[in-house]
């Protein structure tokens, strides 16, 4: 039997987990409901629907980006639970290469992902259908973009999973590391002037910016006394090698990590 | 690659090492064709680790463990293909059923359409899961799971069965079925297992290894042990040293 036909089975039993998760349906509940907070709270809370639709759809983006988070708890328990919960000494003692099982785990992760993140996108398709009869050509920039962002935030997770003891710890540490190390480490070098495009919090909002610079998103109305590059958007290229950086040099990492690790 | 590396099991100068504590030193022994062999031992005298090495989940320190005349460490997956394994009390994906486990563990192993479901049939049965096939597992005992993992290390009927503490958590009609299921199949294979149940190991065994300190105190016929200290638990408390 080839390594490519038992990839293909355990892609399929992990992805069988994801699909028989409560994880999969919390997610899709929370995108559901980030979408319908932009669409309903929009016209009942405030002067209606932005003239500009790009700014609509900017913020119908938070609905894909919730998805991309996903891929956080999806990931969470890839390896590390393997390790916590002793499924290893079933799994790890098939004549299967671990190569071959981080790769079906991150495929099957990445699949879950991709399904809650192209919803989320359906659901910002037919709001701008519904509100102003078209969808930007940017709504397909910023789906191929958040699916890159997915994939770099599954490789970070599975790296956190590959060194962690347990599945809490891996979750919590690729957290911390996306949303606090590297949200206020952003945060630092926007106000000190400094090119932020190599952490993953700048190079993810591209997904959004994408539609337009933070001033053409808040429609003018942006906060006195922010530099030039407080407003700054990421740029597009910049933010793709950034996250295929992430992509790659973790999930390699994730899988040399794995092969080495042993299961006393 | 000389005939003795043929045997299916050998263990070569075994040492392992967790940080600074020697779990295993300088271990060495051969098991024969179809030969069933008890691992004893106390509690951290590294049967486990012995186990472990063999099955891939741990790296020796130094030294070599050889399936069928594959090296472990070196081409993991060829050796593995050669051995059933029960380690500790395993756990199981709570998500899938008994049947599906071992469809997904089956197909891992090359196995598959007719001669896969058959199979699980008949693991299935031999182990007394047929009411709860369909069952995921999260709702099983620990019993019931170790009878789970009973059935998929005979799943692919290997030459080999490499077993640690296999009747933990069963009751007591499940051990004497446990029993009887190696006893019956262990006929034809290899089997290697760690126990701290003296008469299971002698109703399983002819031959016995003893451990401490993850030193080999003694690896013989049960009859030659019995005949030299008068019986197998007299052999093992005067050479683990415990108290008569």
């Known amino acids: 039997m080839s390594e490519f036909e038992k990839l293909r089975v355990v892609t399929w039993y992990e992805f069988l987990k994801h699909l028989r998760s409560k994880r999969l349906y919390a997610i899709l509940g929370v995108v559901i409901v980030a979408e319908l907070a932009v669409l309903i709270g929009l016209p009942t809370l405030g002067d209606g629907y932005p003239d500009d639709l790009m700014v609509l759809a900017a913020m119908l983006s938070v609905g894909p980006s919730l998805a991309t988070l996903g891929a956080v708890f999806f990931a969470g328990?890839?390896?590390?639970?393997?390790?916590?919960?002793?499924?290893?000494?079933?799994?790890?003692?098939?004549?299967?290469?671990?190569?071959?099982?981080?790769?079906?785990?991150?495929?099957?992760?990445?699949?879950?992902?991709?399904?809650?993140?192209?919803?989320?996108?359906?659901?910002?398709?037919?709001?701008?259908?519904?509100?102003?009869?078209?969808?930007?050509?940017?709504?397909?920039?910023?789906?191929?973009?958040?699916?890159?962002?997915?994939?770099?935030?599954?490789?970070?997770?599975?790296?956190?999973?590959?060194?962690?003891?347990?599945?809490?710890?891996?979750?919590?540490?690729?957290?911390?590391?996306?949303?606090?190390?590297?949200?206020?480490?952003?945060?630092?070098?926007?106000?000190?002037?400094?090119?932020?495009?190599?952490?993953?919090?700048?190079?993810?909002?591209?997904?959004?910016?994408?539609?337009?610079?933070?001033?053409?998103?808040?429609?003018?109305?942006?906060?006195?006394?922010m530099s030039d590059r407080m407003l700054e958007a990421p740029d597009i290229n910049l933010s793709i090698v950034a996250m295929v950086i992430y992509l790659v040099v973790c999930f390699f990492l994730s899988i040399w990590i794995t092969k080495r690790r042993q299961l006393a | 690659m000389g005939d003795r590396m043929r045997e299916p099991i050998?263990?070569?100068?075994?040492?392992?090492?967790?940080?600074?504590?020697?779990?295993?030193?300088?271990?060495s022994m051969r098991l024969g064709e179809n030969e069933n062999v008890g691992l004893l031992g106390p509690n951290g005298a590294g049967k486990?680790?012995?186990?472990?090495?063999?099955?891939?989940?741990?790296?020796?320190?130094s030294g070599a463990a050889y399936i069928d005349g594959i090296n472990v460490v070196e081409r993991p997956e060829q050796a593995l293909s050669r051995i059933g394994t029960i380690v500790e009390t395993p756990e199981f994906y709570t998500f899938l059923t008994p049947e599906e486990t071992l469809s997904y563990l089956g197909r891992l192993r090359g196995m598959q359409g007719d001669g896969l479901r058959r199979r699980i049939t008949e693991a299935i049965r031999l182990v007394r899961l047929e009411d709860w096939?369909?069952?995921?597992?999260?709702?099983?005992?620990?019993?019931?799971?170790?009878?789970?993992?009973?059935?998929?290390?005979?799943?692919?009927?290997?030459?080999?069965?490499?077993?640690?503490?296999?009747?933990?958590?069963?009751?007591?009609?499940?051990?004497?079925?446990?029993?009887?299921?190696?006893?019956?199949?262990?006929?034809?294979?290899?089997?290697?297992?760690?126990?701290?149940?003296?008469?299971?190991?002698?109703?399983?065994?002819?031959?016995?290894?003893?451990?401490?300190?993850?030193?080999?105190?003694?690896?013989?016929?049960i009859a030659q042990l019995e005949k030299k200290y008068h019986s197998l638990e007299r052999a093992y408390l005067e050479l683990t040293g415990g108290a008569l």
């Open chain 1, 77 to 225: 328990d890839a390896i590390a639970g393997e390790f916590e919960r002793k499924t290893g000494y079933i799994l790890f003692t098939n004549p299967v290469k671990r190569t071959t099982l981080v790769i079906g785990k991150y495929l099957a992760c990445g699949a879950a992902v991709v399904l809650l993140t192209l919803l989320g996108y359906v659901i910002v398709c037919i709001s701008l259908l519904g509100v102003y009869g078209h969808i930007p050509i940017e709504t397909a920039q910023s789906f191929g973009l958040s699916l890159l962002l997915a994939g770099s935030v599954l490789s970070v997770t599975f790296f956190f999973s590959s060194v962690s003891k347990g599945t809490m710890v891996a979750t919590v540490m690729t957290l911390v590391f996306l949303m606090v190390i590297s949200g206020v480490l952003n945060g630092v070098l926007r106000m000190a002037g400094q090119p932020g495009w190599f952490l993953l919090s700048e190079a993810g909002d591209s997904t959004i910016t994408v539609y337009g610079g933070y001033e053409a998103l808040w429609e003018g109305d942006m906060p006195h006394g």
């Open chain 2, 10 to 27: 050998v263990i070569e100068n075994l040492s392992k090492y967790y940080n600074r504590f020697l779990a295993l030193d300088d271990l």
């Open chain 2, 48 to 61: 486990s680790t012995v186990l472990k090495i063999l099955c891939g989940l741990l790296r020796p320190s």
């Open chain 2, 133 to 221: 096939a369909t069952v995921k597992v999260e709702k099983f005992s620990r019993g019931m799971r170790q009878r789970l993992a009973l059935a998929q290390a005979l799943l692919h009927d290997p030459p080999i069965l490499i077993l640690d503490e296999p009747a933990l958590g069963l009751d007591p009609r499940g051990v004497v079925e446990f029993r009887e299921i190696i006893e019956r199949v262990g006929k034809e294979k290899t089997v290697f297992f760690a126990s701290h149940q003296l008469g299971e190991v002698t109703q399983l065994c002819k031959k016995v290894a003893i451990i401490d300190h993850g030193q080999l105190l003694a690896y013989d016929d």
